[in-house]
Every structure is written in structure tokens, then in C-alpha cells.
């Protein structure tokens, strides 16, 4: 699978359909980026879309010999269109196997918490040096002790 710049994010052992293994390839945008910001106002789920439509291009050498899902969501958990189906196709799959009828709603709430954690990680990444939320506890300190800032 390592045919020039084409590193998947993950290849099934076994036949997903057709005798074919399934890849995929997952995109987390920002919603907020400028190149998305005035479509993703009109258009829910133009940004997750957009990157799947990418994804889809790159590895499209692949579609003779594998499945190939492009997987796109956005920072405001918005899954785009190919990702939906394919997480309702495991959803399903997990349910029929298991007999638990929420894992499609389980699988869905452990991906919007992922989401949710990148989020985070990226926020603090902004910090330049955090040894914990001791600045968030300094800052409502200055807003207690100047009566200016009321």
C-alpha cells in the first residue's frame, strides 16, 4: 500500500464487499478556516464534503484494487457525507453482531467525543506554557482585584 504519497489511515484484513478489503482515509477540518467560512454558513456539512471530494481524488488509483472510503467530519462534529454512511454501515454491523441495538449511537457519541478532544488539544497547543489551568485561575484573579475591568 505504499504506492508514492499514498498512506491510507487504515486497510481491513479481511473482504469489507465484493472480495475487496476496504481503505479509508479520515480528515478532521476547521469550519471555521477561512477557505470554508463563507460556504460552510449556507451549506451544513460543505467543509466535511469538500475534504472527502479531495480524499476521494488522491486515492483514486485505488478504487480498481480496494473499497476506498474518503472519511471527512469538522470541528463542530459535522460528519460529511461519505463518513455518515460508512459509520452507519459499521453501526449496523456491530449492532447485528452484538445484538446491543445503540451501537450505531454509541459509535457516533465515541467519535463526537474524539472530535470534541481535538478540539482541546489544539486549544491548549495555543497556550505557551501551561502546567495546568493555573492562568485561567490568574486571569479571574486580575478581574476580581481590578475594579476597572467590572
Known amino acids: 500500500m505504499r504506492d508514492g504519497n499514498m498512506r491510507p489511515d487504515g486497510l481491513t484484513l479481511v473482504p469489507w464487499y465484493q472480495g475487496k478489503a476496504l481503505a479509508w482515509d479520515v480528515t478532521v477540518v476547521d469550519t471555521l478556516a477561512q477557505t470554508y467560512l463563507q460556504s460552510s454558513?449556507?451549506?451544513?456539512?460543505y467543509a466535511s464534503n469538500q475534504a472527502e471530494e479531495k480524499k476521494r481524488r488522491k486515492y483514486e488509483e485505488l478504487e480498481g484494487r480496494y473499497l476506498f472510503c474518503p472519511v471527512?467530519?469538522?470541528?463542530?462534529?459535522?460528519?460529511?457525507?461519505?463518513?455518515?454512511?460508512?459509520?452507519?454501515?459499521?453501526?449496523?454491523?456491530?449492532?447485528?453482531?452484538?445484538g446491543?441495538?445503540?451501537?450505531?449511537?454509541?459509535?457516533?457519541?465515541?467519535?463526537?467525543?474524539?472530535?470534541?478532544?481535538g478540539n482541546a488539544a489544539c486549544v491548549f497547543g495555543t497556550f505557551v506554557h501551561s502546567r495546568g489551568l493555573e492562568e485561567i485561575y490568574s486571569i479571574l484573579d486580575l478581574k476580581k482585584n481590578d475594579a476597572s475591568l467590572v
Open 100 to 117: 446491543e441495538p445503540r451501537s450505531l449511537s454509541f459509535l457516533k457519541q465515541k467519535i463526537s467525543i474524539e472530535i470534541q478532544r
Open 41 to 45: 454558513t449556507n451549506q451544513v456539512g
Open 72 to 98: 471527512g467530519f469538522e470541528t463542530y462534529g459535522v460528519f460529511g457525507n461519505e463518513a455518515r454512511e460508512l459509520v452507519e454501515k459499521i453501526g449496523k454491523k456491530v449492532a447485528a453482531r452484538t
